[in-house]
Each structure stands twice: as structure tokens, then as C-alpha cells.
């Protein structure tokens, strides 16, 4: 491929309280992590909405990184903010409140480039606009997509309309059994598989993530980490390195590939968990990236 | 080591109910499934109590895999009946019943060549006859334990005890938890390496193990099963082909023998919960065993 990854999604403020602390409206959002995690292996470009007052600090860790933000739209009123906190159990965050502000109104529109990329990652966003952006992508050689609860009860039929034309679908454990009522993951996958994805992944939160595919199930533990600081973001991270890792190869479609894009995914997300937002995310050299990877692969080795 | 490996536990019969249907009385008990487990990889000998009702039958398993009998003492009485049944979540049975019966007198005595056992199982049984047991054992290499909510509940002081005399600790994510007030599994693993014991290794059950240890933290996923069928005595089958495994080495007391004992735990519980009882276990082949380390191997290769 071209190394180009489209990220369309959401740019949003979190306030986010666990028993590490609490922030307030820093950055968040599920293109945001993507995006930022993509940039360590292809060239990111973003598609979301902000409001006036989405300030030239919480651009900085985009820039940073080299993510593309023409498709950042900027529409007068406030940005999107995501309120939550976590109890110990840092895998499940409870909402306090969502206002969506410009965020109701987004309607993703692609530029000429945008249009021709190869590798689209749809983060957690109404399925009705991921086929809206799944209309407007000419030829991609990948997609890959995200989703959440929310839109399996609310959007289910439209949902599987966009499992029909995707690649690699990424989703929980509470989420592939919402979607498809049947609790054993394997049997959910490919459930999944015979609606048209080809790779289903299947995240596990602290227990790593689950590959069901025609060619192979993998099961794959998380980097370790001694310490948990904040897992917001964590999937979309996930989804992000995973994405921009298979958009930096030549062939993505082997067993192989995914193998270890499933390894970044899950060496990514360790970084930003380790702080709030992308603190720590957005600062990475391509050795920390390096080491860890290193170190999970010694921890698998036999 | 001189390939022996003690296991004391219990030897019992099960009554079990689960989306795969129904069995009574067939046998169980966490000694069967650890020394049924052991006899591929060392040379088990068993301790335990069973009533009158214990028929050749039940013990066709045990002789079939080579198990040494001469500490399971016949006791006046019925045996030690467990019946409990699983929701679709296989990770958690629902205790039905509970008869000690003979168990409840469960006196373990050792004779001589036990006495000189240089690996030791102690599968899950009261910590105070744990202890007894390891004030019998004259100079042993590596002793290994399980536990249960039930002790951690209503023997804390004397497991704590155990935890201080033992190498190896086996314990799943509820049990680390609620012994050790803390959330964190690495911390949790963290408190019980203070307390003495040299590798905590905590069962993840669908999600494999994670151990901790001053040498290193390593977590593995399970081998991957589509089709479920009772997960009874998957944790003894993983700490019986673990401690079995050791056993057989010159030097267990290294990482890369605990990180491949780990696996070896995982891949015979796969075998565990193909069936009901030791149905699957008892009639494998060296072959079997290693088609499905070979398959867990390859998984994990990058």
C-alpha cells in the first residue's frame, strides 16, 4: 500500500476520573488515539469534526506526529466531551455524561485524497456515517472498523450493512456477544465472518485480544504493565497501530500480517495506558516502540 | 529430580450439570485430575481418602496412567461427592452440594518412599493438612499449591503458613484478589512473593495464566478450544501437568522451565475440557500432547 491511513471518527474532550486522579477536557476521542498510534507506522490523515473551541494546544500532539488534519472540520460551537470514570477494574468505564455539541451534526466529506485511500480505519462512530465514508472511498485495499454498544442496540441493521464491506472488525467481548447473542467468542467471530469481514478481532481488554479468521484463531496476551494509569483509548489504539501497521505493508492479507498487527495493537495500547490522553502516546520514539515489542516477543518465545 | 511427584487432594466424584448436559457420580476430584495429568511427563503417586463405593471402575484411570495407589486409603463409608453445574460461563461453577463424607476425616499420612518425594502437589485441600503434609516430607525440591475461596475464607492464617513453605502457588484471579485485598494481579502476586512462596502463578481460565515471580512477569493465553465441554478440574489438570512437568527436569528453578511448565498447564486443561470427568485425559498420547504444543508454539511465533 501507500503508507496513507484514513482515520474518520471522533476529536473529542474527555474528563476522565479513576483511582489514579482525575483530568479535565484534555484530549480525547477515538480518531485522535488512532490516528496519533498510526503515525509511528504510516501517514495518518484524519476526518472528524471540532468546535471553536478545539484550541491550537490540543492540535499540537497531532502535528507532533505528523497526522494530517485538512479533514479536521471546524464548525462554530463546542466540541465534543466525554465525561467517565473507572472503579478498580480499569477495563470498564461508566459514562457520566456525553455532549455530543458539533459532534451530532458530523458529516464526514472526503478530499480527492482521502477518497483514494488504500487503508481506511472507521473508529467508533454511527454506523450510518461509516457507510457514508465507506461510499465516498473509491478503491481501498483495507478497511477496518470499529464500534461500540451503543450502536449495536441502537444501529444494529445498519451496522451489519458496513460488516458486509469491511475487512478487519474490531469489537469487545461484551460487544461480540450483543451483536451476535450467542457467548462463546469463537462461534461469535464466525458468525461474524460468514456476514462478509474477514478478520474478526475480538478485544480482551487486560487479557490481550482474539483473532477469529478463515485462515487461523489466535489468542495473543497483553504487553505487561506493572502499572495501570488510565485505559481510556486503549482500543482505539489498538485499532489504530493495528491499521497503520498492516497500511505500512505490501501484502496485509496473511495470517502473518495480522499476527502481528494484533502485537502492535497490543504493545500500543500499553503506551497509553500508562496516562491520561495521549500524554504518553503522542511522545514515543520508534525505540520505546522497539524494546516492547522486543520484550513481548521474548516473553512468547519457547 | 528422580521424576517422582507427589500429589495430596482429593479423589471424589462429581455430579455435574452444564449446557453439554448432565453427569452423576462420575469420578473427579482435584488429585485425580492432577496425578491423571502428571503421568504424562512423571511418575505420580497419589494420597487420599475414598469410601467403600470407590469400585475398580473408578480407579481404572488412575491404573491406566501408571498412578500410584498405595496412599489412597479405603475408608468405611461413601466417598467425597461434589455436584455442581456452570451457566454459559464455563469459567465459574455454582456448588450444588458439597458431601465430605470419608473426605472430612482426611488424615494424610505418608509412607517412606513418599516421605522422600522431591516434587510435591498439593492440590486443594485444607491448608492445615497441607501443612502436615509438608512436616512429613524429608527434604523435598519443589512443593507446589493450589487453594480455593473456600480456605482463603475460613483458614487464611494457616494457608498464609503454606504460602511460606511452597515454590510454586497456583491461584485464580478471585482467589489472588481476595487474599490479598488488592485489585491488581501483579500486585496481589507481588504481596504473596513477600510472603515467601518463589512463583505465584494465577489461572486465568479462558484467558490462560499469568505468572509473577522476582524473575520475571509473564502472561500466557490459554490454548484455544472452540468447543468447550466442562471446565471441572481444569486448574487441577494445570497445576498437575505443571508440577509433573518440573518434576522431570534436572533444574526446574529457572524461568524458561516455569514459562514452558506454564504452557505445558495450559495445553493439558485444553485436553481436561474436551470432556467430562478425565474422560479426554486419561487416554491421550505423548502425540496428542505434542501436536498441541507444537500448535501453541506456533501461535505464539513471530
Redesign the interface.
Known amino acids: 500500500m501507500n503508507n496513507d491511513v484514513l482515520v474518520v471518527g471522533s476529536v473529542a474532550f474527555d474528563t476522565v476520573e479513576n483511582a489514579n486522579g482525575k483530568v479535565s477536557r484534555v484530549l480525547g476521542g477515538a480518531a485522535s488515539y488512532a490516528s496519533i498510534c498510526a503515525s509511528y507506522f504510516a501517514r495518518p490523515s484524519v476526518v472528524a469534526v471540532v468546535g471553536t473551541d478545539f484550541s491550537p494546544k490540543d492540535k499540537a500532539p497531532f502535528l507532533k506526529r505528523g497526522v494530517n488534519l485538512d479533514g479536521l472540520e471546524i464548525r462554530e460551537g463546542k466540541t465534543f466531551h466525554w465525561g467517565g470514570c473507572y472503579d ?2 480499569f477495563n470498564n468505564a461508566v459514562t457520566r455524561f456525553t455532549d455530543l455539541n458539533v459532534f451530532q451534526n458530523f458529516n464526514p466529506v472526503l478530499n480527492e485524497r482521502q477518497k483514494n485511500a488504500k487503508a481506511v480505519f472507521l473508529a467508533n462512530i454511527n454506523p450510518e456515517l461509516q457507510l457514508a465514508v465507506l461510499d465516498q472511498v473509491k478503491k481501498p485495499s483495507l478497511v477496518a472498523c470499529d464500534t461500540m454498544n451503543y450502536w449495536i442496540a441502537s444501529r444494529k441493521k445498519a451496522l451489519l450493512e458496513v460488516v458486509k464491506r469491511i475487512d478487519v472488525f474490531f469489537l469487545n467481548e461484551g460487544e461480540a456477544r450483543q451483536l451476535t447473542g450467542v ?2 467468542l ?2 461469535a467471530g464466525r458468525i461474524l465472518l460468514e456476514k462478509g469481514v474477514k478478520y474478526v478481532v475480538i478485544k ?1 481488554g487486560s ?2 485480544a ?1 483473532l477469529v479468521s478463515k485462515k487461523g ?6 504487553y ?1 504493565l ?3 494509569h488510565d485505559t481510556t483509548g486503549a482500543g482505539d489504539t489498538f485499532g489504530g497501530g493495528f491499521t497503520g501497521y498492516l497500511a505500512s505493508l505490501k501484502n496485509w492479507n496473511t495470517l502473518a500480517s495480522i ?2 498487527a494484533m ?1 502492535i495493537g497490543n504493545v500500543m495500547a500499553s503506551f497509553t495506558i500508562e496516562s491520561f490522553s495521549v500524554d504518553r502516546l503522542a511522545h514515543l520514539t520508534q525505540r520505546d516502540i522497539r524494546k516492547r515489542l522486543n520484550e513481548y ?1 521474548t ?4
Chains 1, 2 share one sequence.
Not at 484463531?217 to 497483553?222: A, K, R, T, V
Not at 516473553?299 to 519457547?302: A, D, E, Q, S, V
Open positions: 478498580k477494574d457467548y462463546n469463537i462461534e480482551l487479557n490481550g482474539m484463531i489466535i489468542q495473543l496476551p497483553p505487561i506493572e502499572h495501570v499476527k502481528r502485537m516477543t516473553m512468547l518465545k519457547f
